[in-house]
């Protein structure tokens, strides 16, 4: 991994115009779905409404009066007040509503010029006067205009807050941050043979020897490793594309090779998230799905496996009819075993881990004496080879079994 020292606002760059933008526009939408289903709502209910009444209406024409063996009055009487609470909750929680009806209610009364008032009954101007009291207290919008202004006062003094806090932090401060090297993953994925000299996913033929679940296992060892040793990482956004892309489809297409399938027909049965069937027929899932892999990131680095003893490493089951031999996995005693024959990339790709240029530089390698061994693993301890939860320091390698 590469460490650079840089002013915090790489780390965390602020929103860029264009993100400020897309983000006003969602919230946007969500406010006119959400006004929509109100609206919708409303609509219902006052059709609702609408037929109550025709009916109530319609009953009480052909019988004179309402004969109930039961009492609703009361019932009848909440439902509606609570729609007439919310309606006029509404009135008074929408600044314009308020504005137009203050207006409606108070300009250009005659009621207001005294020549008029001194001709006019006492009571009538008192109640005048008591009614403008009553508009002005419950209607008046300049109470609820200052609170809207002070809220956006607020934000925007956080705003130059969090600027100058941010600017600050720039001129003083200095973080850390990780990137993966992401031309050497580049470079390790087209030595494994994910990609192409295009750099497009291609199966890899050595594999199509192995069984479905365990070819998915083998891709998900590498895939969960790297995204989880390079999980701190600020451009671990280019190792998930290669995981969830390179690996996904390369795997996809080892699939097809192996059953002679199209790349279409091998999504169809084993879906883009490599579902295959474990021994009691339930779906398993190995290798990340695309939604978990978008979730990834953001951790703190805690001691990482490295991926290149998975990488690097194929177990080839053989053929041939064994004698049974007991699991060689540390602390394993279980004797119904399958043959397997390691195949180190170095080998299958004759190139030397010494030499810099064709290896990949830093990816370790496993040692020349395990090529071609013979190992007797249980289905468990193989699964967990795959997978890369455990390595070949986990397995007594010295008890490995001469076959021609
Ligand atoms: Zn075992």
Known sequence: MELQAVPPSVLHP????????ARKKYLRQKEVKALELKNARERNRKKLGLKLLSHVFKKSKQSDGFKFSFQIENEVREIFQTWADEVVQEFLGSLEERWTWHRMLTAGDFLSLRHIRDQLPQ????SYDKFQEQVD??????????????????????????????TVDDLTKLCMKVSAPIELVRKAVKMAGFTNKMGRPRPISILTSLEDADIIKWYAGVGRRWLDFFCCCHNLKMVKTVVSYHLRFSCILTLAEKHE??????????TKDLKVPDLNGNEEVHFPTEKEVKMMGDKNLSDPKPVDGALSLLLIRLASDE?????????????????YRVRLLQNILNVNPADEGKW?????????????????????????LYTGKITLQDLDCTSHVNVD
């Open 360 to 384: 990949v530089p830093r990816m370790s390698a496993i040692h020349e004496s395990l090529n071609q061994m013979c190992l007797p693993l249980c289905s468990d301890h193989k699964s967990d």
């Open 123 to 126: 009571e009538l101007v008192d």
């Open 323 to 339: 004698p049974s031999h007991s699991c060689i996995g540390h602390f394993c005693d279980k004797t119904d075993t399958v043959m």
């Open 137 to 166: 207290k419950h209607l008046s919008p300049v109470k609820a205009r200052k609170a809207l202004e002070e809220e956006g006062r607020k934000i925007k003094e956080e705003e130059e807050r969090k600027y100058a806090e941010r």
């Open 14 to 21: 602020p929103m860029s115009e264009k993100a400020i933008r």
């Open 261 to 270: 399938a199209t790349k279409i027909e091998c999504i169809r049965h084993y």
